[in-house]
């Protein structure tokens, strides 16, 4: 059974510019979280989607990051325009349900952004 | 708060016990305690997770204290292979993982 698909796995880009990251979940997968990660600390949850529904989007900065789930399968994490300080391991992840009831997340090898 | 509260690092001969503590006091009553480990470069990799009871699988045990406040993760017989950052994560209404501990397993 495939994992959790990201892509790109690196990107470099000027403070400014735009940027967006693809993931694929695990076949069946209903729930899907994106999460950013700080050099040296754990991951933050920005967004959870359970189907086409962003149920948690509480740490998301909505004025400059969008995410979209259409068809309630692949999501796109977008970051227009990308700031300095947005430089972090993106990982996306994905669970049979929601993790609040118990259900393990599975997750993908992370997107390595820098923004120069 | 919603944190968790781990060591920063800790050390362990190989062969030996790892026995990994995680302060989660305010955790209520629905929440999951669940622990992840991520080696450099890669995403974090699903270990174990409990509510009430003690649980055991073929990576790890996880011993849970009768209030709930706090949780061991121990790896039995640490290898090389398991130095790596050790997250302990409460699952409720916030999904927050902790600092995590860096734990590494010396020959």
């Known amino acids: 059974e495939a994992g959790v698909v990201q892509s790109p796995r690196y990107k470099i880009i000027e403070k400014k510019q735009p940027v967006a990251f693809w993931c694929n979940p695990i076949s069946g997968h209903n729930t899907l979280y994106w999460y950013r990660q700080n050099l040296g600390q754990g991951p933050e949850l920005l967004i959870r989607y359970e189907n086409e529904e962003a149920v948690d989007d509480s740490q998301l900065p909505k004025d400059r990051f969008s995410a979209e789930r259409l068809k309630g399968v692949d999501s796109t994490l977008k970051i227009q325009p990308a700031e300095l300080g947005d430089s972090a391991v993106y990982l996306c992840a994905s669970s049979l349900g929601a993790a609040p009831r118990g259900e393990t997340q599975y997750f993908g090898p992370g997107t390595r952004l820098l923004v120069l | 708060d919603a944190k968790t509260t781990q060591p920063t690092s800790m050390d362990c001969a190989e062969g030996r016990a790892a026995n990994l503590p995680c302060n989660h006091s305010?955790?209520?009553?629905?929440?999951?305690v669940y622990w992840y480990r991520q080696i450099h470069s890669q995403g974090p990799q699903y270990i174990i997770h409990?509510?009430?009871n003690n649980e055991t699988n073929e990576m790890a045990s996880l011993i849970i204290t009768e209030d709930r406040k706090s949780s061991t993760l121990i790896l039995p017989h640490a290898t090389l292979r398991d130095t790596a950052v050790y997250y302990c994560?409460?699952?409720?209404?916030?999904?927050?993982f902790g600092a995590g501990t860096i734990l590494r397993v010396k020959s």
């Open positions: 305010t955790i209520s009553g629905n929440e999951y």
């Open positions: 409990g509510l009430k």
């Open positions: 994560f409460r699952g409720g209404n916030k999904l927050v």
